[in-house]
């Protein structure tokens, strides 16, 4: 039941890319393709960026995208622009329920 | 266009209950979907707290299990959220979601209510 682990922070310059971790166990992360990244505004409800591991909803540019190796997921967001500067969460099942990343603070330089 | 708006009490006292509710428009909760309760403490990251589907099944995170309950009131479409024996800890934001395909993927949400737990 503990939270999947993101690093605090990434950074980078306009037009680069960065990349979020999410480490959980074999009971989550690792043991189904059901992990989402959730982009949020401060003072507004997330916003559904990838699901199913590396599905893109409608919507959702192609910068975004999602991976996942083992026990660790990951989104990539690639040209980094100014309105990507937000807080970002993974989310995956762990049988019958469902646990969300720590969160990680994306700052365009 | 699919709209969640919740809805209750903005200050509950300690060892109270809290109780939320969340109406829908533009779609039938019981058609389809397991409708979902999630939470943000000011300044902290979201907690999962359990989800409702169409058919009636109802799932809940472990570490809130004892004191949550979430019922669906067909006939208002809405479905709702009781937390008992709540303390200061339970003080967040309360968003009422719904999923794209059904596995964690919320993509329509409400705006979010923040309930406050404070004597």
């Known amino acids: 039941q503990s939270a999947l682990t993101q690093p605090r922070s990434v950074s980078g310059s306009p037009g680069q890319s960065v990349t979020i971790s999410c480490t959980g166990t074999r009971s989550d992360v690792g043991g189904y393709n059901y992990v989402s990244w959730y982009q949020q505004h401060p003072g507004k409800a997330p916003k559904l960026m990838i699901y199913d591991v590396s599905k893109r909803p409608s919507g959702v540019p192609d910068r975004f995208s999602g991976s996942k190796s083992g026990n660790t997921a990951s989104l990539t967001i690639s040209g980094l622009q100014a309105e990507d500067e937000a807080d970002y969460y993974c989310?995956?099942?762990?049988?019958?329920?469902?646990?969300f990343g720590t969160g990680t603070k994306v700052t365009v330089l | 266009q699919v709209q969640l708006q919740e809805s209750g009490p903005g200050l509950v006292k300690p060892s109270e209950t809290l109780s939320l509710t969340c109406a829908v428009s533009g779609y039938s909760i019981s058609s389809n979907y397991c409708w979902g309760w999630i939470r943000q403490p000011p300044g902290k990251g979201l907690e999962w707290i359990g989800s409702?589907?169409?058919?009636?099944?109802?799932y809940y995170n472990p570490s809130l299990k004892s004191r949550v309950t979430i019922s669906v009131d067909t006939y208002r479409n809405q479905f709702s959220l009781k937390l008992t024996s709540v303390t200061a800890a339970d003080t967040a934001v309360y968003f009422c979601?719904?999923?794209?395909?059904?596995?964690?993927?919320?993509?329509?949400w409400g705006q979010g209510t923040l309930v406050t737990v404070s004597s």
């Open positions: 409702i589907c169409h058919s009636g099944s109802t």
């Open positions: 989310c995956s099942y762990a049988g019958n329920y469902y646990v």
């Open positions: 979601a719904r999923p794209l395909s059904g596995h964690g993927d919320y993509d329509y």
